[in-house]
């Protein structure tokens, strides 16, 4: 059973950093795509992050580029989002998502941590 | 960076109804357009991939189509499960957008 479970949300300061980890299991990790999506509060869903298989190909939203960054260790199948200089914007569920080798679609969620931003 | 509109924002119906969302692209997105639904405390639960194609595993009365830029969502025969937020998410030039969702809500 393919399981990613994330962590390492919390409450932090406008300005603060953190880092997420996203722990896989139950697949071969090192095959697949993944992405962070997230949630603010009483908003809809939106794409923050992509990490290629092989972590050569990395891709942001807009909103987030140049303070976060995706990587992964593949021999600890965990994928990670570093975050830096965050903004009360910021403050959501933020999802860990296996992206299918079939097409360009998200074929797998955790249940998500979340990122309170906040003084 | 591509921009997807989707609509309505909001929709409320019966049970046994059919109801219908868009989501339009900006430009062509070689039809790399997916269909999820949204239930509060889950995960999302992909049910349209490619456009048109079914998941395996979700009931037929679910259904998508279109191409280019233009693309629409379908269920039929609305059933009590089925009240939840529905996004679209497309895929281009290495990124992923979703749409704004659509809240369906019963009548």
């Known amino acids: 059973e393919v399981q990613l479970v994330e962590s390492g949300g919390d409450l932090v300061q406008p300005g603060g950093s953190l880092r997420l980890s996203c722990a896989a299991s139950g697949f071969t990790f090192s095959s697949y795509w993944m992405n962070w999506v997230r949630q603010a509060p009483g908003k809809g869903l939106v794409w923050v992050s992509r990490i290629s298989s092989d972590e050569t190909t990395l891709s942001y939203a807009d909103s987030v580029r140049g303070r976060f960054t995706i990587s992964r260790d593949n021999a600890k199948n965990t994928v990670y989002l570093q975050m830096n200089s965050l903004r009360g914007e910021d403050t959501a569920v933020y999802f860990c998502v296996r992206e299918s080798t079939a097409s360009y679609f998200f074929d797998n969620w955790g249940q998500g941590t979340l990122v309170t931003v906040s003084s | 960076d591509i921009q997807m509109t989707q609509s309505p924002s909001s929709l409320s119906a019966s049970v046994g109804d059919s109801v219908t969302i868009t989501c339009q692209a900006s430009?062509?997105?070689?039809?790399?357009l997916n269909w999820y639904q949204h239930k509060p405390g889950e995960a999302p639960k992909l049910l349209i991939y490619d456009a048109s194609i079914l998941k395996a595993g979700v009931p037929s009365r679910f259904s998508g189509s279109g191409s280019g830029t233009d693309f629409s969502f379908t269920i039929s025969s609305l059933q009590p499960e089925d009240f939840a937020t529905y996004y679209c998410l497309q895929y281009d030039s290495l990124m992923f957008t979703f749409g704004q969702g659509t809240k369906l809500e019963i009548k």
């Open positions: 430009h062509d997105i070689n039809n790399y």
